[in-house]
């Protein structure tokens, strides 16, 4: 998005790392902060402004205070079968491989295939070792290959130096194009994704922590009632991101707060140079988190595979998030539909 619509690289990093440690610091568990999905797919295919985002953020982050201050937010959850959710998790998880091994993995020739395998080894070896989480390898394994074969260190040190994020106050007709352009094909994804999934996948991995969705839908209010004015990218919280920092040894808010800690570092000293620094973090190495991150996801449709109907309901939502244009709302609702006819007894249905 910074690249295709011009954004302020400044803004867009420090924000988006002071998001991500203030979820570390509220939830004190690895409740990472992503970009709104579709509103990035249409910024970027459309090549649209930054007024036209800020604006978008600022108009989900209302609306999202009126569903969460209504009551509406909760109802909608309870709504919601659990075979719907599970399939909303196995579409993610279906996106996400999908994209670690067409994007990422392949996106470095032969060195590339060589790292990623090499990531992939080192996950496998240590996945699941507390002392010695698996991120801690991979991560350096990319560091290290940059350093010999990508960083340009000239580049990355004429770059260097303080740069503080845009002040930005959005135009009224912003707010209300952006919300018809980008914030109303948002909405069920985020509800779908960024509430249901994430506080099922949170009572999944957290169960002690018995995450609200009323505190779920204000901390995303919050970050996008915040984010426009600092040139900020609209914010929302993920199944997909949780699963990745669990899987690969987050257990604390602290994981959360050293990522977000790194994004604030790049905005405010090497934004300018972004694009340099970036390299430090290889594609097929993000291909391999990703890839085990999407099979986290997919791994929670066990949950229904006791039931037979529950885990047709759910393999049809996932194929059609993971398929078809708006597959999450798509998925979504007929999902609720198809659960309806065969899920009568409720069996499994309601969490």
């Known amino acids: 998005m910074i690249a295709a619509c011009g954004l302020d690289p400044a803004g867009s990093f420090l924000m988006f790392g002071l998001m991500q440690i203030m979820t570390g610091i509220l939830y004190g568990i690895p409740m990472p902060v992503q970009p709104l999905k579709a509103m990035a797919v249409l910024m970027i295919s459309q090549k649209l402004s930054g007024g036209l985002l800020y604006g978008a953020g600022l108009s989900i982050g209302i609306t999202m205070a009126v569903l969460t201050f209504t009551g509406a937010l909760d109802y909608i959850v309870r709504a919601i079968p659990k075979s719907v959710v599970r399939g909303i998790q196995f579409g993610l998880g279906l996106s996400l491989a999908s994209l670690a091994v067409k994007t990422y993995v392949l996106a470095g020739g032969a060195q590339g295939y060589l790292l990623a395998a090499l990531g992939f080894i080192l996950t496998v070896v ?14 350096l394994l990319g560091i290290i290959y940059a350093c010999f074969f990508s960083v340009n260190f000239g580049v990355l040190a004429a770059g260097a130096g303080l740069v503080l994020p845009s002040v930005n106050i959005p135009r009224p007709a912003d707010i209300v194009n952006g919300f018809l352009v980008l914030a109303i094909p948002q909405i069920a994804l985020s509800i779908s994704n960024s509430v249901i999934a994430t506080k099922r996948t949170v009572d999944d991995l957290f169960p002690e922590k018995a995450l609200t969705v009323r505190k779920i839908g204000w901390t995303y209010t919050a970050m996008n009632l915040i984010n426009p004015f600092f040139s900020g990218i609209p914010t929302c919280h993920g199944a997909g991101g949780i699963a990745g920092h669990y899987g690969f040894g987050g257990r604390t808010g602290g994981s959360v707060i050293i990522y977000g800690a790194l994004f604030a570092v790049i905005g405010l000293f090497f934004s300018r140079g972004f694009s340099e620094f970036v390299k430090f973090f290889p594609m097929p190495v993000l291909g391999v988190i990703l890839l085990f991150e999407s099979l986290s996801l997919m791994s929670f449709i066990g949950d229904v595979a006791r039931s037979k109907k529950c885990l047709f309901v759910s ?8 398929a078809l244009p708006y597959g999450y709302a ?12 065969v899920n009568k007894d409720k069996i499994l249905a309601h969490y």
């Open 315 to 322: 393999l049809v939502v996932g194929i059609m998030a993971f």
């Open 126 to 139: 240590f996945i699941g070792n507390k002392k010695y989480p698996p991120a801690l390898f991979v991560v």
């Open 330 to 341: 798509i998925g979504l609702v007929s999902g609720l539909l198809l659960d309806h006819f």
